[in-house]
């Protein structure tokens, strides 16, 4: 009987002290900086659209109950320091962005980071450049007016035109 209640003590305290261990690997980790977003968890990545002003998130940080200062760099693909107005910068970087939130706490430096993947959904823009509705008799010559093709991503765009008369027929264009 002393053997077995010797037993029931001794497994008692390897329990308590077990989930007392258990207990202070559990709590001891408040000790660390932690980001957020509105509450959230800082996300991977975000998308943005390029040619378009990118607002970056509002990223806080804490230790505890204590909120820490935050400060924020934005790196372009090729690792240089994007200029920021306003913590916002215009996405003209095709391969995309990475911004970093660091915090300090006590000489203790952490930082999380947001990959921006950047992509060119919106379709180029035409400007016509020259007289519209003009009237011309058959048989003169008149001048095609010239186009201005407008993309976000900057690159050269090559374009063709065609003229139509007013039933839709092809007409002849000649370069001069």
Known sequence: MKKKLFWLAGMASVVV??????????????DEIEFDVDGQAVPQ?????LGDLFILPKVSATFGDEILDVTIQVFDSTGAEVDLLNKKFKA???????????????????TTEIKVNVSDTKAPTFSVQ??????S?????????SCLVMDASASSLEYTYSVKDPAGNPVEVVEN
């Open 92 to 110: 003209t970087d095709v391969n995309g962005y990475k911004i970093v939130f660091t915090a300090v706490k006590d000489g203790k430096t952490e």
């Open 45 to 49: 990545k975000v998308d943005a659209e």
């Open 17 to 30: 002290g077990f989930s007392s261990l258990t207990g202070c690997f559990l709590l001891g980790d408040k």
């Open 130 to 135: 020259g007289t519209s509705g003009a009237v």
């Open 137 to 145: 008799l058959l048989n003169d010559v008149i001048e095609v007016p």
